[in-house]
C-alpha cells in the first residue's frame, strides 16, 4: 500500500465585497411574444396494463439458473473433495 500523505489546506479567499453602493435590483420586461413557446400538440396518454414481467427480465431468470447450477457443482465438488481428502 502506499504511504498516507496529509495534503496541505490550502487557504480559502474571502468573499468578494463590493464597493458601489446597493440599489434596487432592475427589471426589465420582456415582450408577450419572446416568452410564450411552440409546443408539440398534446398527445394522449393511453393506460398500460401491468408490463409482464417474465417477457421484460426472461434473461435474468436464464441468468440465475445458471449461477444456480454452477453453484450446486461447486458445492458437490466441494463435499467430494472433502471425502477425498479425508
Known sequence: MAKK???????????PTS????TAPVTTTVPATSRTRATAPAQAITPKGPPDWAKEYGYVMDDLKRVGVLAGFIFVALIVLSVVIH
Request: proline share 33%.
Open 5 to 15: 500523505t496529509r495534503r496541505q489546506q490550502r487557504p480559502t479567499p474571502p468573499p
Open 19 to 22: 464597493t458601489q453602493p446597493t
